[in-house]
């Protein structure tokens, strides 16, 4: 069942999955480092050193990602996380755009009239670390959104903190987010989410479109 999307709801944008092609860089990241290539100017960590030889250990020296469902192995997401944590502003800030999504999903959003939000999750950066994840995703923001069309505000929130912006002063919503579970729990409390398939802003238009007064 479709809602009708309110005229004064604000519209939510996540980042990862939706603009930013966070999988294809990150499998990138990670055989990267596979191969013992260092990440610039970042010192790592003997946490980082022990995901790295678990995922060894556990997958072989030779392996390398293949498809973003590896991602999911606990011992390579462990791997990622201390990857990116090392310096997670440089790694965002350096992503690379879904081009669908920052040239068909994002000026749709932004001349619909109604007020647009970025709405994504840090990577909690570790001490020491050059850049937080927050100052990366505003970097990325400047330079790819900025230029079509800045939003309103950009708000960095764990997922599980998301859903305090589904209802404002008894207003649903709207947030458009690749992530399952996020968007059910926006839904759950009232707001109205839309699940976006990453690379398919034509689906997700022709729902907002049927769903806009």
């Known amino acids: 069942m479709l809602y009708m999307i309110p005229l004064d709801a604000v519209v939510y944008c996540d980042m990862d999955g939706v603009l930013v092609d966070f999988e294809t860089a990150v499998v990138g990241l990670i055989n ?10 970042t010192k790592m960590s003997k946490s980082y050193f022990k995901a790295l030889c678990k995922v060894r250990t556990e997958l072989g020296l030779g392996w390398r990602v293949q498809d973003r469902n590896e991602l999911n192995i606990q011992s390579v997401r462990e791997f990622m996380m201390s ?4 310096n997670p502003g440089e790694v965002f800030a350096s992503m690379p ?14 001349s619909s009239g109604h007020t647009v939000n970025i709405l994504s999750a840090p990577i909690r950066e570790r001490i020491g670390s050059q850049m937080s994840s927050e100052e990366g995703k505003v970097h990325w923001v400047k330079e790819w959104l900025d230029p079509i069309c800045p939003p309103n505000e950009i708000i960095i929130t764990p997922a599980a ?3 305090v912006y589904a209802v ?7 947030l458009v987010d690749d992530k399952a579970s996020t968007v059910s729990v926006w839904n759950d409390i009232g707001g109205i989410g839309i699940l976006h ?3 398919n802003s034509d689906a997700t238009i022709r729902t907002l479109r049927q769903m806009m007064l």
């Open 97 to 110: 755009p879904f081009r669908d999504g920052v040239e068909q999903l994002w000026p749709f959003l932004t």
């Open 168 to 174: 404002v002063d008894g207003v649903p919503n709207v």
């Open 83 to 86: 990857a990116i944590g090392a």
């Open 197 to 199: 398939t990453p690379g």
């Open 32 to 41: 990267r480092l596979l191969d013992c290539e260092p990440l610039v100017k």
């Open 161 to 163: 903190k998301k859903t």
